[in-house]
């Protein structure tokens, strides 16, 4: 089946008329050429079938895997390429000159001297091999518009564009420059009728024609001990077989060049040559074919341009976040690339996952990434220790990722996905629709298989994750106060007719807090549903709340969504529908923002409490205008019902679902809106898409109240096993986080049941968990810090932020319990610069720096750095250029399984391969390591972010033991107020606490020695 895919897509693009317009005759005459100029070909014969410009075996060739059997030879002079155009008689002069021009390579250089020759016709050495080249190749490149649109969306798409536009280079720049070089040689005058002919035949179409001949048909070999490219004629009229085992030989001694098979070929069987492993996007794009079986076909993944990876989507927006070109260093850094080839045999390779978790991390965690690789380990061991492979919060985020990125690229290859059924499988706009179906095809083929992948990583991390929970931190009841609506909110979801045979509601406490979600009961296969439920009972915004919220943008149906939540605790038409669930989900654990007024003011010092106190302001904005509009009982103030609206509020941005949109023609009223639902709405947000999703289904089940309703059911992506936990993973998300985004109770809950158990930065003693755990959690809390520029000299202001960004260090530092504040004392000092001129010797300082990092393998344009600092300190956009420099190719005589042209057709611009560097250095290194090149400004920096962090600490509280214990009595209103409390006081203290261990790091003497060496260095 393969041979016969790869036959007929390779005969389909075939075209049968040469140049003169007589193949069969004009092939014959190429034979006969090559057998006079010394070539050898006596074991081959064209094809007699229709397909004629087909090679095969004129008698048995005999070639095995020890030995190989010469099928074809003919001598380099009889080969077309560069140096026959320098050498040339009458254009050698020209050609020389030209092609020292910059920009002009070996391609263009024989592009240009094909299309003189065929210009030359009969008088031309090559003349019976440019007569036996096809008329027209139909490559992307030739197609028509209309035929473009097959590629739209695609990959190969931008790389025919670009070839268009090298194409359009070649036509209205290098010609021009060829025919000037021509008429105004130095060296040896052209006549008259040559610069003649050279204008005749340097004509578009011509030039299009040869660029085509050459991208398809130039082998790279070596000449002389020099690599480059040449057409070789006969030689390339073999047709590419992945299977075929063959070898090119250049024997410079001999002046010949010749093609050994190695294995057994009969009489009569087609003779190939295999161009190398190359996946169809080369194959179309360079040879006019596509195998629909191709094992090396690959799909092109690129994560640092894509939005699945924006910085906003990392933390949920409530975190300031670093610029993401610090993201793309890091994984320059770790030396991991940005672009990844997914193939079938390996459709998730681990190095994506390294790069997709670094994307993904968080502020804090990529903040921690920003350190040197300690001496003795390898980039891969320094990324292991700092990104744990049991932090299941990061890779979850990173498959998340991933999933919405191949999503968005399927979208766009299910364009023009079927080839149009009065299409023939001719010439035209059939073969490129057909040759366009099977690439897309096989791309759609390969990201599939890589979401099988995803789906089955995310089910190992949920067995990973719940081997991990223990039983005793599972709770499947609620407290006492909350006993008379727990029986009320499941009395009422098995009336309304929800089933729930497959899963159960869990709260689960650890050492990285409380999150609710469900627990698999019994095994379910892929696309089987875990639970269903009516539509009557799911909770949207209702049409006035809409209309009142409509011009408050993105927030607009999550404000209407929280303002129904409310209305239906206080009153509504339709509490007695809803009310047992709403009083349920209102005793959810609330997050920061909701907290009390005066809890707040224990957090207004810390970067959590801030970003509380924000969101509150614009909660009560929000509330004021619902108030205004009559949309809410005017009978409570707008003080009593703050605190109830924004619980709403952070209860919609913690369990809200968005609707999917119903795919039959039945519309669903719900379909694509925002909305609250019980039971299956408490599955994970993180895990949606990856393990399960939602769906409407219309059905008849055993409750007569919900015969003939719409269903929202959650249906399985994979197989889960009994007794796997979905919730909400916490590993490796600081206490920060889960305070302001997951309504976490924080380990209030844990204190409350062991009181010997204590969470402390100098010690921690193991009284519920693993010491592991308790170590991973420590390390993964930090403190935030904002550091902006105050100068009342704006240009001074623009100027430090522009510095700032050109060395990479941001605004936002993340101070962990390891100390590692040469970034931060970095932007301190800049910030605290105190004119143009100091600014100017820090700036220096920074060059100096990237100078002494410079190295062979890995160098950072210190030019373009220093052009950009001196041009646009002023600008918000500078940044550092980065030199990526590629190993060099080792060349060599003997080549076997070689392709017709090594380098990628596809990299014909401004596409750079993202080849990580070794030893390299990363903009925020080098702004640390220009602080430790100047002792007294080391040494003042670090004065000033001691004094600053000490009055940070001055600024929290100092809870007692007394303040931190949640009492067990009063109303229940009175122990939320307890645990809120509790809450805040514990997260002051602990960030108290790291910022304690970083005044005491800035405080122990550095290695002056070591330091001074350095600077010595750097000025020798």
């Not at 794009?285 to 640092?304: C, I, M, P, R, W």
């Not at 909110?489 to 929800?498: A, K, R």
């Amino acid at each position: 089946a393969f041979e016969c895919d790869r036959r007929f897509m390779q005969d389909l693009a075939r075209s049968h008329e040469s140049i003169l317009g007589d193949d069969i005759l004009a092939l014959r005459k190429l034979l006969a050429w090559v057998q006079s100029n010394g070539g050898s070909a006596d074991k081959l014969q064209f094809a007699e079938d229709s397909c004629s410009r087909k090679l095969v075996a004129k008698s048995k060739i005999c070639g095995t895997t020890d030995e190989g059997d010469t099928i074809f030879s003919i001598p380099t002079s009889c080969l077309l390429h560069p140096d026959s155009a320098k050498s040339d008689s009458v254009y050698g002069p020209a050609f020389t000159s030209f092609a020292l021009e910059p920009g002009v390579d070996d391609r263009i250089v024989l592009t240009l001297f094909l299309a003189l020759e065929r210009g030359r016709g009969e008088s031309s050495k090559w003349a019976p091999y440019i007569n036996g080249l096809p008329a027209r190749i139909p490559v992307p490149l030739s197609w028509s518009d209309s035929d473009l649109k097959c590629l739209e969306g695609t990959r190969l798409e931008h790389a025919v564009k670009q070839h268009r536009k090298a194409l359009q280079q070649e036509i209205e720049v290098w010609t021009p420059l060829l025919l000037a070089h021509i008429q105004q040689n130095k060296f040896k005058s052209v006549s008259a009728e040559a610069q003649a002919l050279a204008r005749r035949a340097l004509i578009p179409e011509m030039i299009s024609w040869s660029r085509t001949c050459v991208w398809s048909r130039a082998f790279s070999l070596f000449l002389n001990q020099t690599k480059t490219i040449a057409l070789v004629p006969l030689g390339d009229m073999f047709d590419h077989s992945p299977d075929a085992r063959v070898e090119w030989l250049t024997d410079d001694t001999a002046a010949t060049f010749s093609i050994r098979s190695y294995e057994a070929i009969s009489e009569g069987s087609e003779v190939f040559n295999n161009y190398g492993a190359k996946c169809n996007e080369e194959l179309l794009l360079g040879y006019a074919f596509v195998l629909e079986q191709n094992k090396s076909d690959t799909f092109h993944l690129e994560l640092a341009a894509s939005e699945a990876f924006e910085p906003n989507d990392l933390s949920g927006g409530t975190h300031s976040v670093r610029e993401s070109g610090i993201r793309d260093s890091l994984l320059r850094h770790y030396e991991i690339s940005s672009t990844h080839c997914l193939r079938i045999d390996d459709p998730l390779p681990g190095s994506l996952l390294l790069a997709a978790q670094i994307l993904s991390s968080t502020p804090a965690l990529a903040y921690r990434l920003c350190s040197e690789i300690p001496p003795g380990k390898s980039p891969a061991e320094a990324l292991s220790a700092r990104i744990p492979s049991d932090d299941v919060c990061t890779s979850f985020r990173a498959l998340r990722s991933l999933h919405m990125l191949i999503m968005e690229q399927l979208k766009r290859l299910s364009k023009h996905a079927t080839p149009d059924e009065n299409d023939s499988p001719e010439i035209g706009q059939g073969f490129s629709a057909k040759m366009s179906f099977v690439y897309r095809k096989s791309q759609t083929r390969i990201a599939n298989m890589t979401l099988t992948a995803i789906k089955q990583r995310a089910r190992s991390l949920l067995s990973q994750l719940s081997t991990t929970i223990d039983e005793k931190r599972i709770t499947f009841d609620c407290d006492e106060l909350y006993l008379k609506e727990k029986e009320e909110y499941m009395s009422w979801l098995s009336e309304l007719g929800v089933l729930n045979s497959a899963v159960e509601e869990i709260s689960v406490r650890s050492y990285f807090g409380f999150t609710d979600g469900l627990r698999v009961t019994s095994s379910i296969t892929e696309g089987n549903f875990l639970g269903s439920v009516p539509s009557d009972a799911i909770i949207v915004a209702s049409d006035d709340m809409l209309e009142s919220c409509s011009n408050l943008g993105i927030d607009a149906e999550q404000a209407a969504l929280a303002a129904t939540l409310l209305r239906l605790t206080l009153n509504g038409k339709e509490r007695e529908r809803y009310a047992p669930f709403v009083n349920w989900i209102m005793c959810a654990p609330v997050t920061a923002a909701a907290f009390n007024s005066d809890v707040l003011t224990v957090l207004q010092g810390t970067a959590v409490g801030q970003s509380a106190l924000g969101l509150r302001a614009e909660y009560d904005e929000e509330l004021e205008m619902l108030y205004e509009a009559a949309c809410l009982r005017n009978d409570i103030s707008r003080s009593n019902l703050s605190p109830l609206y924004a619980r709403a509020r952070t209860l919609v941005e913690r369990y809200a679902v968005r609707l999917p949109q119903s795919e039959r023609e039945i519309k669903v009223p719900e379909a694509g809106r925002l909305a609250i639902v019980p039971f299956i709405g408490f599955f994970p947000k993180a895990l949606e898409d990856l393990v399960a999703k939602f769906v409407w289904t219309q059905k008849v089940v055993a409750s007569p109240t919900c015969e003939g309703k719409w269903h929202l059911e959650l249906k399985s992506l994979c197989d889960l096993d009994a007794g796997t936990f979905l919730i909400e993973p916490t590993d490796g998300m600081d206490e920060g986080t889960q305070v302001l985004e997951i309504g976490t109770e924080s380990l209030c809950s844990l204190v409350e049941e062991d009181s010997k158990f204590k969470f402390s930065y100098a010690s921690t003693s193991r009284a519920a968990g693993s010491q592991a755990d308790c170590s991973r959690f420590v390390m993964c809390n930090s403190v935030e810090l904002l550091l902006e520029p105050a100068d009342e000299d704006e240009n001074l202001r623009r100027s430090k932020t522009a510095l700032l960004r050109l060395m990479g260090v941001g605004d936002s530092h993340y101070l962990s319990v390891s100390p590692n504040s040469e970034i931060f004392c970095v932007a301190l000092l800049v910030c605290s610069a105190e004119n143009q001129a100091g600014l100017e010797r820090l700036r220096d300082a920074w060059l100096t720096a990237v100078e002494f990092s410079n190295s062979p393998e890995s160098q950072v344009d210190n030019t373009n750095a220093s052009q950009a600092s001196c041009r646009e300190l002023n600008s918000f956009g500078a940044s550092s250029s980065i030199d990526r420099k590629l190993p060099s190719a080792v060349g060599k005589q003997k080549k076997i399984e070689s392709s017709l042209e090594i380098e990628s057709m596809l990299d014909v611009s401004d596409q750079i391969l993202d080849a990580p560097s070794r030893n390299y250095l990363c903009t925020f290194q080098l702004a640390a390591a220009a602080l430790q090149l100047n002792i007294g400004s080391s040494k003042n920096a670090k004065k000033v972010a001691r004094t600053m962090l000490r009055s940070l600490i001055q600024q929290l509280p100092m809870p007692s033991n007394t303040d931190l214990i949640v009492t067990r009595r009063g109303t229940r209103l009175e122990k939320e107020a307890s645990l809120q409390r509790a809450v805040a006081l514990r997260y002051a203290q602990r960030q108290r606490e790291i910022l304690e261990k970083n005044v005491e790091a800035l405080a122990r003497p550095r290695n002056i020695k070591k330091i001074e060496k350095r600077k010595r260095s750097c000025t020798t």
